[in-house]
């Protein structure tokens, strides 16, 4: 994977769109590894770090299990390019298929409650968690994934030196995310409550994974992540990290009374951060948190909490205002393979994209120059109330509207009625963060399976917030140009619609003359 210490194969229970069966069967240890591959973990001389073991039959030894934060997306660690990083102190080697990390550094606190490894953004809520958590007794690995934010990752790594972290861990998931997580989403044609394309929702298991496997790396017995008390967030975070590593210990700040009220609100956490030297971006001209990664970015809470307040004119950052996009259309045409994306081109100027994530970058940039992919919704959370959230889903929006016409196109009329119904319950399991459930993995593989046929060219414009379909081409149709022809009979007898019709209509018969019945005895 691109810019990824780990293979790009695809992870035990987590299946490959073009692949669904592949991984399924495989019984795997705690921290995603397949069964017989050992970890490499902590590498000799460290010093022990009294990991947990998940219990597993394949787990081969210490795990850990991880969380991440609400509003931010939280990444990993140093990149394994087998070369020192002097800056944070940690060297990097590769080890038996993974990244081992050599600490150069040693814990001077006196009585530490162990090892946490924290879902770190570099916002305001992880700032501060992380210097709270040292100040319980923890040695803290700020973690920090790199999922396709526009992130200034170097200077984040530099404020968790500052305030105290023992290592820092930033990887690229980008790629990971794209093939692993929403290429599924997408042959699904997944929408939770009818609009929203689980931008966020999918992100969160995809870090949550890599966090756990670090946490096994350095033999952690704790993860915490900085997700607030009443989001989803939390759950989706939490369910990836005990399916994953049953035995995992947890820290979630927003959760524990000795925080939430020496922190009720923004106020104190800005106090708190003046007082430790934390420097914060939050300013009042911003008052909404905004979460963003590769597929899409979304904003909520502050002065959106009011369901009736427009969302302000400068607020949107991944798409143009559709009144000021360009009045040329782009027209695209892009190629699916077992209902999975493998290449887009551009017919005005011949660009082409192939590889998954190139290809879902250059959608991002193409739907958001013309102002495709936003929405202000209200939905409901699994935790049980209502939020509004306002999202920017450009390169999704785009694929939403291609796979489901190629789909249709190609898939037999009664598969595709029960692929929906599956698609409406993956969705819903994802939402609510079940992502690593049995149920969410059959989910998977049966969608995966009925992807077989679907397979062609949609052509499709881009133009003023809309996505419009031009034309669809594939070898798997099951259109057949003569048999529906208006000028051709072809293998179709007219007259055989009337028995058609009689049948259809019996039950339609019988039903109205009971109701005749009814009505007659009634008004007697």
């Known amino acids: 994977m691109e810019g990824s210490t780990q293979s790009s194969q695809t992870r035990a229970g987590t299946g490959h769109p073009l692949h669904p069966g592949r991984g399924a069967a495989a019984s795997s240890c705690c921290a995603g590894y397949p069964a017989g591959r050992q970890s490499t973990g902590p590498l000799s001389g460290t010093g022990a770090h009294g990991g947990l073991s998940c219990g597993g039959s394949a787990c081969p030894g210490p795990v850990i299990k991880e969380e991440e934060e609400e509003e ?210 939050v300013t009042p ?16 809470a502050g002065i959106l909490e009011n369901p009736k307040n427009q969302a302000p004119p400068g607020l949107y950052t991944k798409t143009r205002d559709p009144a000021t996009s360009p009045d040329t259309p782009d027209v695209l045409e892009i190629e699916f ?82 692929k929906q119904g599956l698609a409406l319950k993956f969705s819903e399991l994802v939402y609510n963060g079940f992502w690593h459930s049995p149920e969410c993995e059959f989910l998977r593989h049966c969608i995966g399976r009925s992807q077989e046929p679907v397979v062609g060219t949609v052509r499709l414009s881009v133009f003023k917030g809309q996505v419009y379909i031009l034309g669809r081409e594939s070898p798997r149709s099951l259109y057949n140009e003569e048999l529906v022809s208006m000028n051709v009979q072809g293998d179709y007898e007219p007259a055989d619609a009337t028995g058609f019709i009689n049948i259809n209509s019996l039950r339609l018969k019988e039903y109205h003359r009971l109701q005749s019945k009814v009505t007659v005895k009634q008004d007697e």
Not at 229 to 255: H, M, S
Not at 285 to 293: A, F, G, I, L, R
Not at 375 to 385: A, K, P, Q, Y
């Open 72 to 281: 931010d997306a939280p990444g990993t660690g140093p990149e394994c390019r087998g070369q020192p990083d002097t800056r944070s102190g940690v060297l990097t080697e590769r080890g038996a298929g993974c990244c081992r990390v050599v600490s150069m550094e040693k814990s001077t606190m006196a009585q530490s409650k162990g090892t946490v490894v924290l879902a770190y953004s570099g916002g305001l809520d992880t700032s501060c968690i992380l210097v709270w958590l040292k100040e319980q007794g923890y040695d803290v690995i700020a973690y920090l994934a790199n999922i396709g934010q526009k992130e200034d990752f170097e200077a984040a790594r530099k404020k968790a030196l500052a305030l105290g972290a023992k290592k820092v861990y930033i990887e690229d998931i980008s790629r990971e995310f794209v093939e692993e997580f929403i290429w599924p989403a997408v042959q699904a044609n997944a929408l939770y409550e009818d609009r929203y394309l689980l931008g966020t929702a999918l992100a969160r298991p995809c870090i949550a994974r890599r966090q756990v496997e670090i946490a096994q790396r350095e033999g952690a017995q704790h993860v915490a992540h900085g997700a607030t008390g009443k989001g989803n967030d939390q759950v989706r975070f939490e369910l990836t990290c005990y399916a994953l590593c049953p035995k995992i210990k947890v820290v979630a700040p927003w959760r524990l009374p000795e925080f939430y009220q020496r922190f009720p609100g923004r106020r104190e956490l800005m106090d708190y951060a003046k007082k430790h030297g934390i420097p914060v971006p």
């Open 285 to 300: 001209q911003t008052p909404w948190s905004v979460d963003e990664n590769l597929m899409h970015i979304s904003y909520e």
């Open 337 to 418: 393979e077992r209902g999975v994306p493998v290449k887009v081109t551009n017919i005005g100027d011949g660009a082409t994209r192939s590889s998954a994530l190139e290809l879902f970058v250059y959608l991002n940039d193409i739907a958001g120059k013309h102002g495709v992919g936003r929405i202000d919704i209200v939905e409901n959370r699994f935790v049980g109330m209502k939020s509004r959230g306002i999202y920017e889903t450009p390169a999704g929006t785009i694929l939403y509207h291609a796979h489901l016409d190629i789909e249709a196109f190609t898939m037999d009329r009664e598969v595709r009625k029960i």
